[in-house]
C-alpha cells in the first residue's frame, strides 16, 4: 500500500525554523507533483506550496519567502523548511502527492507544527 509519512513537525519559538520531510514508500514520487497543505484549528485545509515533477516550485502568499519546498527524488523524498515560522503557522501539516495538475492521489498522517512562546 502507497503510503506518505511526515516528520519533523513540533513545538518551536516565534522567529524559529522548521523542517519538515515526506518519506514515500510503493509510490515513485518523481512521477507527481509533491504538495504541502495545512490546517489550523477551526479553519479549512490549505495549500501551502507545491514543487512540481519538473522541479517548479510555487507558494502560497502567506509563507512566500518564509518556506522552501524541495524534492530528493533519489531518497524519493519531498520537504518543506520552514523559517520565520509565526503564531499564525501553527497547523498540522500534511504532504500529498498526485499528478500534475490534479488533485493529489496519496496524502500523509500530518505532522503538528506549534510556533508559540
Known amino acids: 500500500q502507497a503510503q506518505l509519512v511526515e516528520s519533523g513537525g513540533g513545538l518551536v519559538q516565534p522567529g524559529g525554523s522548521l523542517t519538515l520531510s515526506c518519506a514515500a514508500s510503493?509510490?515513485?514520487?518523481?512521477?507527481?507533483?509533491i504538495d504541502w497543505y495545512r490546517q489550523a484549528p477551526g479553519k479549512e485545509r490549505e495549500l501551502v506550496a507545491t514543487?512540481?515533477?519538473?522541479?517548479?516550485?510555487n507558494y502560497a502568499d502567506a509563507v512566500r519567502g518564509r518556506f522552501t519546498i524541495s524534492r530528493d527524488n533519489a531518497k524519493n523524498a519531498g520537504f518543506l523548511q520552514m523559517t520565520n515560522l509565526e503564531p499564525k503557522d501553527t497547523a498540522v501539516y500534511y504532504c500529498?502527492?498526485?499528478?500534475?495538475?490534479?488533485?493529489?492521489?496519496?496524502w500523509g498522517q500530518g505532522t503538528q507544527v506549534t510556533v508559540s512562546s
Open positions: 514543487i512540481t515533477n519538473a522541479d517548479s516550485p
Open positions: 500529498a502527492a498526485g499528478p500534475s495538475g490534479s488533485h493529489p492521489l496519496y
Open positions: 510503493k509510490i515513485t514520487l518523481s512521477w507527481y507533483d
